[in-house]
């Protein structure tokens, strides 16, 4: 149930914003399998179509304002690989591909971002053994890595109780061998060479003097010995190795100038983000080995260039920060990201300003820019500007950038650019330009260009994102009331015949503590190509529309939530042609909970498609992997037995009679696989129809994004998972005018 890092937000929680390459308002009569893919026909996305879709992200003007670099990543059916690409401002040029893969790397090339004079370009990628930084110049010429390596600050193969022995020799010694005395804490020899690390993050300076890079601690040679010889035991939460922050000076060539330099921030190292003049660093933390289940661990500190082992914690940051930070212009000010003070699911964060100077801890708490916002602030992406800070923002079904003023005493003003979906807005230093993505329901993702904020889109061409010929969905925006509540909701409607009725799919969102928004959803569009209606409901609990919407079903999961997604059922069925004998409900995270719940509570339902949900609360807050989350909804377990329980899908397995169909990944951390086990059980015992099908190798959010149609590494899962959906609805539904699948 736990809500989902922000990485995974955009097509879980917030809905699956995919790309199609044509837009039509409205629907279309559902096609059988005789419309082939790569079809000149119009048609909607089929199960093979959704293979072939790319995915577009991080645009980023170039310091001179006159190109834009972004990441393409490869659809599914091609390895789901990412690259760089660039296009000018100035149109008349097509879109050219920077870097490529070697067959070796299967992940492709990401994090870019330009060299502070715009004469090179950083990036991450796997080569070999280890994710190197790469340096491309502009000028002409291949990436070069950069020989990073540090000397390892931790040797676990030492410490005095290793196995093998330290010392031991390779055959016959004793349990009992010799060893370093002077590392019997796991701490490597003086005179260790040093090793190369695996890039986290890195961030260059403004000035372009300084590269910022944080890695984890390398495995050592007695380390990959322990492990290639099976003397690998995991003591949990128990790791000596973290994430570390290195600052290299970098020459006139891009070269580094000398060995990386340790800064003594306390690990883990998840963030940096420079002063304006470079001279500083603002550097984001959380305590390591799953401090974070016991309570939120993050931290800010303040970094002197000249000083990097004398770094200053900010104390009036709230342990709350979750990252995302901007400096004002002339860096008097910091701006962040924390959770409001109001109480509120993990994750509603506001944003804060905080004075900086020769000591930055002396300018007192930190001042409130959004407090009673009615939506839902995002840290990242932020920029100061002359006239206050702009951010991104969560409001109702749409995502838009937000202006807001620097003493709070307004609430921010949504930025309209066209779009109900604008995401990944991004400028210069100079702020000459700015450029972003742009999609709304029917209308397809594209990149748009403006020369100050605020003004009309230019569209920038970009590479084709999706087989030619698919058609869109345009939803409605449906409201309707549940209790003290109003309720909103998406609903995509297909053409169907005169006097006839469209099935309904009802799909839940993650979270709870997410929300659906108004994109061009190929997932959508391929139920609704089966000639069926989907409802995207927003119950309480969702983000979006303020504290006390958010706050609403705290200690109450499966109840409130439940009554609003069943009155909006109501609701269409009285205001639309839906056929109120055939329906079915899909939901996955919080939303596969939430199925769960309704075959506990209701047999309106012919089919429930549940992905990845919670079952038993109890035996969930014991091994997923963070439970601080689930803990303001309603409390430890044992402190709390029947909240518990009564907030348990589980409770409610001895009502259960609907047809249902778990879909789970084997090595999700999230909502581990035991959960769906535990509901297979359950239902089978009962005597209910169940299915349970688990993937290999899928964690939480990737089986999501397969199966939602996200570009995936897992070529077939998603392929799948649709199709098991698909077949298993279509069986329950029983003949209708669209029983020929699609598939």
């Known amino acids: 149930m736990r809500k989902p890092p922000l990485d995974f937000l955009p097509w ?30 119009p048609h909607y996305p089929m199960n093979e179509d959704l293979r072939h879709i790319k995915a577009l992200s991080q645009p980023q003007l170039s310091p001179d304002g006159k190109q834009v670099l972004f990441t393409v990543t490869e659809s599914t059916a091609d390895g789901a690989g990412s690259h760089l690409w660039m296009v000018p401002v100035a149109g008349g040029e097509k879109p050219r591909q920077l870097t490529y893969s070697p067959s070796t790397d299967k992940s492709g090339e990401h994090a870019a971002q330009w060299s502070p ?65 002077s590392d019997s ?59 570390r922050l290195y600052l290299a000076a970098l020459a006139q060539d891009g070269s580094f100038d000398g060995a990386l330099k340790p800064v003594a921030v306390d690990p883990d190292v998840h963030g940096v983000y420079w002063s304006p003049d470079g001279g500083r660093l603002l550097v984001f933390t959380e305590k390591p080995n799953g401090e974070s289940d016991l309570g939120p661990g993050g931290a800010e500190w303040m970094v002197e260039v000249s000083a990097p082992g004398k770094p200053v914690r900010l104390a009036s940051v709230p342990a709350t920060v979750s990252g995302g930070a901007a400096w004002k212009a002339d860096g008097s000010e910091i701006f962040f990201a924390a959770q409001t003070p109001e109480d509120a699911p993990p994750g509603y964060d506001e944003l804060f300003a905080l004075p900086t100077g020769a000591d930055p801890n002396s300018g007192g708490s930190p001042r409130r820019l959004s407090a009673g916002f009615k939506g839902q602030l995002y840290g990242q992406p932020m920029f100061s500007t002359s006239d206050g800070l702009v951010a991104e923002a969560g409001i109702g079904f749409s995502i838009a950038p937000v202006r807001l003023e620097l003493d709070g005493s307004k609430p ?56 030619e010929h698919l058609r869109g969905v345009k939803p409605e925006l449906v409201r309707w009331k549940s209790g003290d509540f109003e309720i909103e909701g998406l609903l995509a409607l297909p053409d169907i015949p005169a ?92 939303g ?131 199709q098991r959906l698909v077949e298993f609805i279509e069986k329950n539904f029983g003949p209708t005018h669209a029983a020929e699948s699609r598939q």
């Open 499 to 590: 006097g006839a009725k469209a099935p309904l799919i009802v799909d839940v969102h993650g979270g709870p503590f997410g929300a659906f928004a108004d994109r061009n959803d190929s997932f959508v569009a391929f139920l609704v190509g089966h000639g069926w209606a989907v409802l995207l409901p927003n119950p309480r609990g969702s983000s979006n529309y303020g504290v006390a919407f958010a706050a609403a079903n705290k200690d109450d999961l499966g109840d409130g939530d439940y009554q609003d997604i069943m009155a909006g059922v109501d609701a269409v069925l009285a205001q639309y042609p839906i056929d109120a004998g055939r329906m079915a409900l899909f939901g996955y995270s919080y």
């Open 117 to 181: 004079d715009g004469m090179a370009i950083y990036f991450a990628a796997r080569r070999g053994e280890h994710t190197q930084l790469f340096r491309l110049d502009m000028r002409g010429g291949d990436a070069a890595p950069y020989d990073l390596k540090v000397p390892p600050a931790v040797d676990e193969s030492k410490a005095s109780n290793a196995i093998p022995p330290v010392g031991a020799e390779k055959k016959g010694t004793a349990a009992g061998g010799s060893k370093d005395s």
């Open 592 to 722: 596969g909970e939430m199925a769960a719940f309704v075959e506990g509570k209701t047999d309106r339902f012919k089919a429930i498609v549940s992905g990845a949900p919670v079952i038993d609360q109890f035996s969930e807050y014991g091994t997923e992997g963070d439970s601080w989350y689930d803990r303001w909804y309603f409390g430890k377990p044992w402190e709390h037995f029947a909240d518990a329980w009564k907030q348990s899908p589980l409770s409610g397995a001895g009502r259960a009679k609907t047809p249902f169909l778990l879909l789970q990944g084997e090595s999700d951390t999230v909502d581990p696989l035991g959960q769906s086990e535990e509901m297979y059980r359950a239902l089978r015992q009962e005597g209910v129809p169940v299915e349970l099908v688990a993937y290999p190798r899928e964690n939480h959010g990737p089986l999501a994004g397969g199966l939602l149609g996200r570009p995936s590494p897992e070529p077939w899962h998603g392929y799948d998972a649709r």
């Open 12 to 41: 879980l929680v917030l809905g699956a914003g995919f790309l199609i390459a044509a837009p039509v308002a409205g629907g279309q009569a559902p096609q059988s399998s005789s419309t082939p893919p790569g079809s000149t026909e």
């Open 185 to 243: 804490a796991g701490k490597p020899d003086a005179a260790a060479e040093p090793l190369a690390i695996d890039v986290s993050g890195f961030a260059p300076s403004p000035d372009g003097k300084w590269l910022a890079v944080w890695a984890r601690d390398p495995e050592t040679p007695g380390e990959k010995k322990q492990r290639d010889a099976k003397a690998d035991a995991e003591a949990v939460n128990q790791s000596q190795h973290f994430t």
């Open 412 to 467: 921010p003003v949504p930025l309209r650019l066209g779009a109900a979906v604008v995401s990944g807005l991004n400028t210069n230093r100079r702020q000459t330009g700015w450029v972003w993505l742009a999609e709304s329901g029917g209308d397809p993702e594209k990149m748009c260009y403006a020369e100050h904020l605020g003004d009309a889109c230019t569209l920038l061409p970009t590479p084709a994102l999706a087989p």
